[in-house]
């Protein structure tokens, strides 16, 4: 019995302002799951047809797939409300940086600032990223 293939695909682009290029990112998605069940059902042989467990279990099998998406999703925003949270907490203490050239760079956290989402604590003027810290001490109280 023949079986024909399925094309549909969908494809996301990772459309990001200010960008030249774009990159198809492939993923099955819901609908072309069914599509390939329809493929299934309507290709099957009718005098040896597939059992219905495993139709349930490929059902299940993408429905964990699709909670782990999720729960990934919701990581990645936890994530980045830590940091967020993170630098805030940082604001009035004298903090220990390693600047890009390799040198140790000590200044009172002003603010922080939002990179592509990325919080920035700003020292001495200049914007650094979190991963660029080394130390935090409390700054001296002045009454």
Same mark, same amino acid.
């Given at each position: 019995?023949?079986?024909n293939?399925?094309?549909?695909?969908s494809?996301?682009?990772?459309?990001s302002?200010?960008?030249?290029?774009r @990159?198809p990112?492939?993923?099955?998605g819901?609908?072309?799951?069914?599509?390939?069940?329809?493929?299934?059902?309507?290709a099957?042989d009718? @005098?040896?047809?597939?059992k219905?467990?495993?139709f349930?279990?490929?059902?299940?099998?993408?429905s964990?797939?699709e909670q782990?998406?999720?729960?990934q999703?919701?990581?990645?925003?936890?994530?980045?409300?830590q940091?967020?949270?993170q630098a805030?907490?940082m604001i009035?203490?004298?903090?220990t940086?390693?600047?890009?050239?390799?040198?140790?760079?000590t200044?009172?956290v002003?603010?922080?600032?939002?990179?592509?989402?990325?919080?920035?604590?700003?020292?001495?003027?200049?914007?650094?990223p979190?991963?660029?810290?080394?130390?935090?001490?409390?700054?001296?109280?002045?009454?």
């Open positions: 019995m023949a079986i293939a399925i094309n549909s695909v494809t996301l682009t990772g459309a302002t200010g960008s030249t290029s @990159m990112i492939q993923t099955l819901q609908e072309d799951f069914l599509k390939l069940l329809v493929a299934q059902l309507s099957q009718p @005098m040896n047809p597939q219905d467990t495993e349930i279990a490929q059902m299940a099998q993408f964990s797939l782990s998406r999720a729960m999703s919701g990581i990645t925003g936890l994530r980045s409300d940091q967020i949270l805030n907490s009035g203490r004298t903090v940086l390693q600047n890009n050239s390799g040198t140790a760079v200044g009172v002003t603010g922080v600032n939002l990179q592509s989402e990325t919080p920035q604590v700003i020292v001495n003027g200049e914007a650094y979190l991963s660029q810290l080394i130390g935090v001490t409390a700054s001296p109280v002045t009454p």
